[in-house]
C-alpha cells in the first residue's frame, strides 16, 4: 500500500514536473509557436468536451438500439471525454496522450449487421419485385392498330 501512495505522487508531482521540462526543451527550437500549439490544442479539447457531451445519449441509445453493450458507449465517451482535458492541459506530454486516446478504434461506432433493422442493412444484391408473365401475342395485339 506504501508503494501505491508512492507511485501516485510521483504522478502527481512527476507529470507536470516533466511537461514543464519538454516545454523549456521545445520552446527552445521553435520558439512563440508552441505557445500557439498549446492554445489550439486548448480550443480543440474545449470543442471536443463539449461535442461529446452533448453525443454520449445518442451514441448510448444507439448502442442498446443495436443490442451491444452500453458499457462500450460510455467507455468510448469517457475516453473522448479524457482526452479532451489532456489537451486542455498544457503541455506537449498529455497532448500526445490525448491523441493515442483519440486514434484508438471506439467499439461502440462499430455496427454489428445481424442485429440491425432490415431496413438499415447493407445491400445485399437482391431487389424485391413483382414478375409479370405476357405473351407475345398479347404485345402484338395491343401495339396494331384497330
Known amino acids: ?17 516533466l511537461e514543464i521540462y519538454l516545454m523549456f526543451l521545445v520552446a527552445g527550437y521553435i520558439g512563440w509557436w508552441l505557445l500557439l500549439s498549446l492554445i489550439v490544442s486548448a ?3 474545449w470543442l471536443l468536451i463539449k461535442e461529446e457531451s452533448l453525443a454520449v445519449f445518442g451514441r448510448l ?8 453493450s452500453p458499457f462500450a458507449a460510455i467507455w468510448d465517451s469517457g475516453r ?23 486514434l484508438l478504434p471506439n467499439k461502440a461506432d462499430r455496427i454489428n449487421p445481424r442485429n440491425m433493422p432490415r431496413n438499415m442493412q447493407q445491400d445485399d444484391g437482391i431487389i424485391e419485385g413483382e414478375v409479370r408473365v405476357v405473351e407475345v401475342e398479347q404485345i402484338e395485339s395491343k401495339s396494331k392498330p384497330h
Not at 502527481?12 to 514536473?17: E, R
Not at 473522448?80 to 493515442?100: C, E, K, N, R
Open 80 to 102: 473522448t471525454m479524457l482526452a479532451g482535458v489532456l489537451l486542455i492541459f498544457p503541455g506537449l506530454l498529455s497532448d500526445v496522450v490525448a491523441l493515442i486516446l483519440l
Open 61 to 68: 441509445a444507439l448502442t442498446v438500439q443495436n443490442g451491444q
Open 43 to 45: 480550443v480543440f479539447g
Open 1 to 17: 500500500m506504501r508503494n501505491i501512495g508512492f507511485i501516485l505522487l510521483f504522478v502527481i508531482f512527476g507529470f507536470p514536473a
